[in-house]
């Protein structure tokens, strides 16, 4: 699992997004939009940013800046959240390789063990999860793949490492350290404004 505390880290996080960027919206029903909302909202005008129409032509109505910090955070909280949901699909996986062992391949619900398991390992979000999970089962040495996203997401949005490690709850020293692996970020396939 994880080298830090994830939910101190989204909470962190979250209290950071509502500082800098946007409060929960209240309708006027007196529900609230979850900040997580929020984030993905603007996760996703990044990648399919909204037209509108102005003078004639349709024109991106989105108009961060570059680096956009809204977005680090987005993407920070984000990578945690499918972190999360991951690690959750990869056990399922393995729970269907062991129960696709035990089956005859004549046996009807084989192919269907099969199908799932192969469904599910195509589909896993989180580059962080798939490596942690490789790397606590062949024993290899200890990795923080999602402390490196994290961290990764956070400085592409052009936070310094002081406030890197305060979002982290860790050194100054280790969130610099986090920044030089390779990167590990998963949603960045997923959003244009990102190499």
């Given at each position: 699992?994880?080298?830090?505390?994830?939910?101190?880290?989204?909470?962190?996080?979250?209290?950071?997004?509502?500082?800098?960027?946007?409060?929960?919206?209240?309708?006027?029903?007196?529900?609230?939009?979850?900040?997580?909302?929020?984030?993905?909202?603007?996760?996703?005008?990044?990648?399919?940013?909204?037209?509108?129409?102005?003078?004639?032509?349709?024109?991106?109505?989105?108009?961060?800046?570059?680096?956009?910090p809204a977005l680090a955070i987005a993407a920070a909280h984000l990578e945690i959240h499918w972190f999360?949901?991951?690690?959750?699909?990869?056990?399922?996986?393995?729970?269907?390789?062991?129960?696709?062992?035990?089956?005859?391949?004549?046996?009807?619900?084989?192919?269907?063990?099969?199908?799932?398991?192969?469904?599910?390992?195509?589909?896993?979000?989180?580059?962080?999860?798939?490596?942690?999970?490789?790397?606590?089962?062949?024993?290899?040495?200890?990795?923080?793949?999602?402390?490196?996203?994290?961290?990764?997401?956070?400085?592409?949005?052009?936070?310094?490492?002081?406030?890197?490690?305060?979002?982290?709850?860790?050194?100054?020293?280790?969130?610099?350290?986090?920044?030089?692996?390779?990167?590990?970020?998963?949603?960045?396939?997923?959003?244009?404004?990102?190499?």
């Amino acid at each position: 699992m994880p080298r830090f505390d994830t939910a101190a880290v989204s909470r962190r996080l979250e209290e950071r997004w509502v500082r800098d960027v946007a409060c929960p919206i209240v309708r006027p029903d007196g529900t609230t939009e979850n900040v997580l909302t929020l984030m993905q909202l603007h996760w996703c005008q990044h990648g399919v940013p909204t037209l509108v129409e102005r003078r004639g032509e349709w024109v991106s109505d989105h108009r961060c800046s570059e680096p956009c910090p809204a977005l680090a955070i987005a993407a920070a909280h984000l990578e945690i959240h499918w972190f999360v949901i991951t690690m959750l699909e990869i056990e399922e996986y393995r729970r269907l390789e062991l129960a696709v062992s035990k089956l005859s391949p004549d046996d009807p619900l084989y192919a269907e063990l099969v199908n799932q398991a192969n469904y599910l390992a195509a589909h896993f979000v989180s580059q962080a999860a798939v490596f942690e999970s490789f790397y606590s089962a062949t024993g290899g040495r200890p990795q923080d793949p999602l402390g490196h996203a994290v961290a990764q997401h956070l400085r592409r949005g052009g936070f310094p490492y002081a406030d890197i490690a305060e979002m982290l709850g860790c050194t100054k020293e280790a969130a610099r350290q986090r920044n030089k692996v390779a990167s590990r970020r998963s949603l960045n396939a997923f959003v244009a404004a990102q190499p």
